[in-house]
Structure formats: C-alpha cells, structure tokens
C-alpha cells in the first residue's frame, strides 16, 4: 500500500463512467486511467442513519465528479462526491421501486450532463410523440439543453412524416434525421457532440447504441434486432455507461426503457413544460386552470383557433392524467 495511503491531499480527481453494486468505476481526469473504486465507510453510515438498505448505486451516479484515492491493488476509494450541476432523473417503475407504502421514488440516470438527446425511431418501433414529448419534458425540468435525434429515417415511407420534425423545429428544439445507413445523416450530430458530455436515451430498439457506434466504431457497443412481433426493443443496453472516444468527448449510452415519467411535476405546472402553451397560461380565466375542462381556457381557445397543435394538447392532456394528485414529494 503506498505511503500516502491516509493523506486525503492526494485525492485524484475523477468522473463515474459506470456505477454497479459493488464497484464504481472512476475515470481519471487528468490522464484518463480508469479504476474501479469503493465508498469510503462514512456514505455506509449515512445509509444507517437513512435506515434503508441502499446500495452504492444508490448513492453515486454515471457522470458524478469524486475525489478518491487510489489504494494500489487495482482498486480505489471515493473519498467525496462533489455537488452535482443537474441530473435526469425519472420515477422508478412501478414495482421495483415502491418503497413500503408503494411510493415511487426518484431514479437518477446520470449526473452533469451539457446535453440530452431524446433518441425515438421514425419507425420501428413506431415514432410516438407522446413519448417524446415525456423524454423532453424530463430533460427540460432538470434544466438540461435538450435536443431530439429521429432516428432510422430510412424506414420513412411518407413525406408526411415531415410534419413531426417541423413541429418540434417549431418549438425550438434541435432534430436530428438520421439514420445508420445513411453516414451523411449523423455528420450534424457528429459535431454537436464535440467537447461535451452527452446522454442517449430513449425507448428500447430506436437505434441509441447503434447510432454511437456508427459515430465512433471503437465503442463496438451491443445491439440486437427489434423483435417483429411487438415493434418493441429487446432493452440490449442494459446499464448507463459513459465512454470517451476522444480526450474531451463523452458520450453515454442507456438502457432504453418503455415509458416513463417524469419525477416531481406537479399538474398545475405541467403546462409550462409545453413552451409554446406558456404565453396562453396567465389569459385562462381561472388561476389554477388545467386546461383540461374549464371555460375561459386560453390554451384549449388556441387549440381551436389552430395556434397550438392538438397532438401536442393531446400529449398533454394524456400525461396531464397520469401524475397522481397528492404529490408526496
Ligand atoms: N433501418 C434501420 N435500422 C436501424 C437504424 N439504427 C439502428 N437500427 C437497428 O435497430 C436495432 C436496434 O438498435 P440498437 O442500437 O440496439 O437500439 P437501442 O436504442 O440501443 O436499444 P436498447 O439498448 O435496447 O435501448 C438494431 O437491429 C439496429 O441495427 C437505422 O438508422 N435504420
Ligand atoms: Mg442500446
Ligand atoms: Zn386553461
């Protein structure tokens, strides 16, 4: 053991790539070694003191910036974890996570994060805007520039489809077509990703990993054939893990999931998170409208008059259903 060993002024300076139960594994950054390291004991006493079982994973996240030292048997120990910048979080499915009285809990994917792109497939599986909207709602209550990737352009049989990337183009965010069998298609978001820490994320089966692999072939990342019974994906990427292909990029990829929600919306706020409903929220009649049902609504005026786009009102209506009314959190 190096002589150091008990000076905490030698602590490296490092950036989680890879979170698991009993290894987190750090990245140097300043010379880019990785290892994998432990928690020190005292984050095993704030788990007590919690009274809960929780697990390194719990505790520490893809993305987390750590001091920790390294104890020269190939391993290390996180000694702090600095304060994170933002995260994206989701609520935790609905079994897995449910704690005693089958609350859900917040579920953090990934920590300091400069960009979120929302990866859906214009087919196969079949694009869905109410899914996107979901994914974009998310990365923009964690204060997260976030931006869309519509992957597998090639499977677009109808000019049709060019609705949905003016739309959002519309709402001011950035949509990449792509597709891996068009090179040409991912240049845009080649250098989109320079110099950044970037997130995937996305339903299963849209392309995610196939589409840094096709960017960055050293990764090799695994991908599987979306089965053609269900148009759903096989959930192939089965942790979040960060990769590097150059000194200052990084790059993560994610287990697609099949919904989600977002954590922590309340349904008065929810219309905020639809940027273009926000200039019609304070002409509704009453304070507190949902837009749902009352008169005098503003946004549901402006569905009619055509200024909003009723697959949009549709998206938030739906949504606006499911966030449960006495929020705990
Ligand atoms: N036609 C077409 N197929 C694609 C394209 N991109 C990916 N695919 C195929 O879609 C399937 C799923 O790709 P993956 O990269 O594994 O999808 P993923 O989003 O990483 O899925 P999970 O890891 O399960 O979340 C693979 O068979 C890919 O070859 C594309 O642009 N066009
Ligand atoms: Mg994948
Ligand atoms: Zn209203």
């Known amino acids: 053991m190096p002589y150091y060993y008990f000076s905490t002024e030698v602590s490296i300076n490092g950036r989680v790539i890879r979170a698991e139960i009993k290894y987190c594994y750090i990245r140097n950054i300043d010379d880019g070694s990785e290892l994998p390291c432990t928690l020190k004991g005292k984050f095993k006493l704030d788990y007590r003191q919690k009274k809960e079982k929780l697990t390194t994973t719990d505790v ?15 391993t290390g120990l ?19 996570g449910a704690g005693k009285r089958g609350e859900r809990f917040e579920q953090i994917l990934a920590a300091n994060i400069d960009q979120f792109f929302v990866v859906v497939s214009a087919d196969q599986p079949q694009f869905n805007n109410k899914t996107l909207d979901r994914f974009l709602i998310t990365g923009d209550s964690s204060h997260i520039p976030t931006h869309v990737v519509i992957n597998k352009i090639d499977l677009i049989e109808d000019d049709a489809f060019d609705f949905w990337p003016a739309l959002y183009e519309d709402l001011g965010y950035e949509c990449y077509m792509t597709s891996i069998q068009a090179p040409k298609s991912l240049r845009a978001l080649r250098e989109k990703l320079q110099g950044k820490i970037s997130l995937f994320w996305g339903p299963s089966g849209v392309g995610k990993s196939s589409i840094l692999n096709e960017l ?30 150059s000194g200052d990029t990084f790059v993560i990829d994610t287990p697609g999931v099949r919904e989600i929600e977002p954590y922590g919306i309340k349904k008065e706020d929810l219309a905020h998170y639809f940027t273009e409903f926000v200039p019609y929220i304070n002409e ?8 749902e049902h009352e008169p005098g609504c503003a946004i549901m005026e402006a569905v009619e008059q055509g200024e909003i786009s009723p697959e949009r009102y549709d998206s938030y209506a739906r949504l606006l259903a499911t966030i449960e009314d006495d929020l705990y959190f």
């Open 60 to 74: 520490i996240v893809v993305g987390d910036t750590v001091a920790y030292d390294d104890l020269g048997d190939g």
């Open 216 to 245: 960055f072939p050293e990764l090799c990342l695994r991908t599987e054939t979306v089965s053609d019974f269900s148009n759903k994906g096989r959930h192939t990427t089965t942790g979040v893990y960060m990769y590097t292909p």
């Open 284 to 291: 509704c009649k009453y304070n507190r409208c949902t837009h």
């Open 78 to 96: 996180i000694t702090s974890i600095h304060p994170r910048e933002n995260y994206l979080a989701r609520k935790a499915p609905k079994i897995k």
